[in-house]
């Protein structure tokens, strides 16, 4: 892809790989709040792509797809760190879901399901999934968000509400922590653990997995806040 004066063709290039800004930005869009525009992260991913294409260098035993791939997904991550994009609201639906699910566990022995999830909440079913809905960003931990801002604050720093004890990166080299993680995957609701094996290991988005489950986006959306809710749950001690 080069011009007639011998110099890659760069428009060529962003042409040629705006697909595949469009697949990474709609995935990581799915765990993310309502107040994040798919086109704001498009836009911070063609600044990656730009900047992929002027820093490659063939010969460094990577594939262009691959490395501009990284570049994409943190000019991306970076707008959202910049943004602070989840908000106190968010974390907080988070908790008392997550308290929820945990109470249902004590008591009932087994894993909850949504409707005894619910009740304990003391709301109803539909108002417990639009909760889950309008929770959607639930995370464990982005692994590969630790970079610092400008102002030498760690994403992590803002979101782990002041716990200096908490190392995360530990918690994710530690076998036992690995082991548990494992168990607590397998031990998920069989569509639950379906999905998270679609979204996180096939890396299939939130639309292509409602048409493999049969079920409508939103209905996915909310399937996966409530998966990783549960997994915060059972890890909550590590």
């Known amino acids: 892809m080069y011009t007639a004066q011998g110099t890659l063709d760069n428009t060529r290039q962003i042409d040629q790989y705006v697909p595949l800004v469009r697949r990474l930005a709609h995935h990581l869009i799915a765990k993310l709040p309502a107040s994040v525009h798919i086109d704001d992260l498009i836009q911070a991913g063609l600044i990656g792509l730009m900047d992929a294409i002027t820093r490659f260098e063939e010969g460094q035993g990577a594939q ?18 910049q943004a602070d994009w989840m908000p106190r609201g968010v974390r907080q639906g988070q908790r008392k879901i997550e308290a929820a699910i945990t109470k249902a566990e004590q008591q009932l022995g087994r894993t909850p399901i949504e409707s005894e999830v ?31 801002d400008g102002d030498g604050e760690g994403y992590l720093d803002r979101q782990m509400d002041g716990d200096e004890d908490a190392d995360p990166l530990s918690m994710l080299d530690d076998q036992r922590f690995r082991q548990s993680l494992v168990s607590a ?10 999905l998270m094996g679609l979204y996180y290991e096939q890396e299939l988005n939130f639309r292509e997995i409602a048409a493999i489950l049969g079920v409508t986006e939103s209905r996915v959306c909310q399937l996966h806040t409530q998966a990783v809710t549960r997994l915060r749950s059972k890890m909550k001690d590590f």
């Open 118 to 148: 619910a009740k304990i909440m003391g709301v109803s079913l539909e108002e417990y999934q639009d909760l889950l809905f309008e929770s959607r960003g639930a995370q464990l931990v982005f692994y590969d968000d630790y970079a610092e």
């Open 185 to 194: 995957i397998e031990n998920l609701p069989e569509r639950e653990k379906m």
């Open 64 to 81: 262009f797809e691959t490395y501009a791939s990284q570049r994409i997904r943190g000019a991306m991550l970076d707008e959202l760190r």
